[in-house]
């Protein structure tokens, strides 16, 4: 029995590679009966995201499987094997195991550490369940793979940062205001990223809204959309004082909010005040940023702040990795076992068949001893076997703990024709 | 003796708490200081254990003696510590509460065993009230100006924009005023019932409420203080950083006021 897993993904193949093996493979088109189909296949699991194509098979032990397996991607793809050849990875048995738990953990994706993958796998897997596509081997690795994306999840920070201006936004102002309910907002200009910004923060509970915008009927539009308060341009430092968060974003060429705004609007009311100005040229004056309470950020820190969140995340990745390689090797201790423990069973009972035929074949002139006598006999029989079992068996056990105990068990299987 | 046992494991798990939480610090992660958080649990459960032990085996309210009075306020800050973290996700602020509670125990258990007895001016429930209500007061300042500093550590992260994981893990700066505003507005009133129980008692042991000694200079000038920092809070609506800043030099001034006091001042306020 073998395992295999083969695919493309985003660091292999380019997107149209991709795209064309997904609309053939995708919804409607459920590959898992034709795989299941293909000689030698024991059980699949056909994963596809807009990353990626991936197919884990179990496999009869023999080349045949893999080169049915390949040459279904090839007639799915459509495609000159060479195009496609170049584009595929393979992997087997433990690196295949390898491969699939780090895709799981979201190690392999386009951005690191993303929380979707874990999903898509997990539906991938229900998929194959239903199609009844899985069995032990499956079931185990994807389960397996499940708790993996769990503990890198939870033991490494690979998930835990911003990685886009707006995400580092929503992080900051949490860091200042704790939970942002009951916050309030003030958007100046309406623009893309204003609102992009402001759909985070929304998501995240707060509490109102208000827009001011040059062009008034824009502002309308979307207070109408956010359920907020347009206000009119140039009455923006009358509200200031009623807000939290103020995210400026218009095309002026100059400051619109200066120092002199922000400390009139703190005086009224004591509180802290979060400025984010992703206007280029800039809209906030730096020297608002001075106050006491007050946190200013331009675009260019916000884009610090992203840049070591990856920079963390990189290192976060690189505990995950060793979780992995610990996983993996707990799965293959648990393989190995999966072959050796059927073969103990079967040569203690091939050998106990010996020993009870032998017994019955003398029960002739073992009958003629007392009953006493006859016990004996047996348990020296019985003795005799298990002295000589015992050192293959428990050779068996230690190799399957750490090394590849396939030759081992072949051997012992085939010596004793098991 | 089996409470100098328990005191001395509580001891130890408090260090090993502290120790905890300083390598969630280092290591920046919130699991660390989640097992802290749990040993510190465990810590202030055996401290609890040692004073009742101690309670039973003296018969005396076990906050007398500079062993007790320590090792009590010491307490209060673990026990109002973690109190404070059911209600605000604020896990990592025992990075700082931790190792001001080992330092104290610490001293605490230089003169541990000491006074068992108590001079018999000391027995009596006004003497006890006085003693826990004071040091309850004074150990929630103590904490507020740990929120304090952990404050201003937090506002000059922010305010010099210092990405990293560092601002991540301390908690927010809202949660850390509440923090501050909390203890405050808790320790204040209960130092001045202390505060009212030892004048009361003074009244009748001295004859009079005042004495001019040290100590209770000390106290009044930590009484009006704290007074001056909540009427700020409360009234001109001092928030964030000026309030955190002003509660850890009050707190710093009080705690060089005490040294200073235990090295060159006599005080009739002294007993054992």
């Known amino acids: 029995m073998r395992l295999f897993l083969i695919g493309m993904s985003h660091k292999t193949a380019p997107l149209e590679m991709r795209e064309r093996l997904q609309l053939l493979c995708g919804e409607g088109n459920q590959p898992l009966a034709e795989l299941m189909r293909l000689a030698g296949v024991l059980e699949a699991l056909y994963l596809a995201t807009c990353n990626r194509v991936e197919i884990l098979a179990c496999t009869e032990d023999d080349e045949q499987a893999v080169e049915a397996l390949k040459s279904f991607i090839y007639r799915q793809g459509n495609l000159s094997i060479a195009e496609m050849e170049k584009c595929l990875y393979v992997h087997q048995d433990l690196e295949a195991v390898r491969h699939l738990f780090r895709v799981t953990s979201s190690l392999d994706s386009m951005v690191m550490g993303e929380p979707q993958i874990l999903g898509q796998m997990k539906e991938a897997y229900r998929m194959a369940v239903e199609s009844r596509a899985t069995g032990v081997l499956l079931n185990r690795i994807s389960h397996h793979a499940f708790q993996v994306a769990k503990r890198v999840r939870t033991e490494t920070g690979i998930a835990g940062n911003a990685v886009s201006v707006s995400y580092a936004a929503v992080e900051l102002a949490k860091k200042i205001f704790g939970d942002l309910k009951k916050k309030s907002i003030l958007l100046i200009g309406a623009g893309e990223m204003s609102e992009l910004a402001a759909r985070h923060l929304l998501r995240q509970g707060v509490g109102s809204i208000r827009i001011a915008n040059r062009t008034y009927a824009r502002a309308e539009a979307m207070a109408a959309e956010f359920q907020g308060i347009p206000v009119a341009f140039d009455r923006f430092p009358e509200v200031l004082p009623e807000v939290d968060i103020v995210i400026a974003s218009t095309g002026a060429p100059g400051y619109i909010l200066n120092a002199e705004m922000v400390s009139a609007a703190l005086k009224r009311r004591n509180r802290l005040l979060f400025l984010i100005d992703i206007a280029v040229p800039r809209d906030i004056d730096p020297a608002a940023g001075e106050i006491d309470n007050v946190y200013l950020y331009n675009i260019d820190h916000l884009q610090d702040v992203v840049d070591a969140n990856r920079e963390g995340r990189r290192v976060e990745a690189m505990k995950a990795e060793e979780i992995i390689a610990e996983e993996v090797g707990a799965f293959e201790r648990w393989f190995n076992a999966l072959e050796v423990v059927p073969t103990i069973v079967a040569l203690r009972e091939k050998v106990e068949g010996i020993v009870k035929g032998e017994l019955e074949r003398s029960a002739a002139w073992l009958g003629k001893l007392d009953e006493e006598e006859r016990k004996r006999v047996e348990i020296l029989a019985a003795s005799i076997v298990n002295k000589i079992l015992h050192e293959p068996m428990t050779g068996l056990k230690e190799e399957s703990r750490d090394k590849d105990a396939f030759p081992f068990v072949a051997a012992v299987r085939r010596l004793f024709r098991l | ?272």
């Open chain 2, 1 to 272: 003796m089996s409470g100098i046992v328990l005191f001395k494991t509580a001891l130890a798990i408090y260090l090993v708490c502290a120790v905890v939480y300083a390598v969630s610090l280092w290591v920046r992660r919130v699991m660390t200081a989640r097992v802290a958080t749990w040993l510190m649990i465990v810590a202030l459960v055996i401290h609890t254990l040692s004073f009742a032990s101690r309670w039973f085996t003296t018969g005396v309210s076990p906050a007398i003696g500079l062993h007790d009075t320590l090792s009590f306020f010491a307490w209060v800050m673990a026990a109002a510590y973690l109190a404070l973290q059911l209600k605000t996700k604020t896990r990592i602020l025992g990075a700082f509460v931790s190792p001001l509670i080992c330092l104290i125990m610490v001293v605490a258990s230089v003169e541990l065993g000491g006074t068992v007895g108590a001079p018999d001016i000391l027995r009596g429930s006004l003497v006890t009230l006085h003693v826990m209500l004071s040091l309850t007061g004074e150990a929630l300042f103590a904490l507020a100006s740990c929120a304090g500093l952990m404050y201003l550590i937090q506002d000059s992260l922010l305010k010099r924009k210092k990405a990293g994981s560092l601002i991540r893990l301390l908690p927010s700066l809202r949660d850390l005023d509440r923090i501050n505003n909390i203890c405050l507005s808790c320790g204040f009133p209960l130092l001045t019932l202390g505060v009212l129980a030892g004048s009361l008692w003074a009244r009748i042991v001295w004859g009079s409420h005042w004495q001019w000694d040290p100590k209770q200079i000390w106290t009044l000038l930590a009484w009006g203080f704290y007074g001056f920092l909540l009427h700020q809070r409360l009234v001109v609506g001092w928030q964030g950083r000026k309030a955190a800043l002003w509660s850890l030099i009050v707190f710093v001034v009080l705690v060089t006021l005490v040294i200073f006091r235990k090295l060159f001042f006599q005080t009739i306020h002294s007993f054992v």
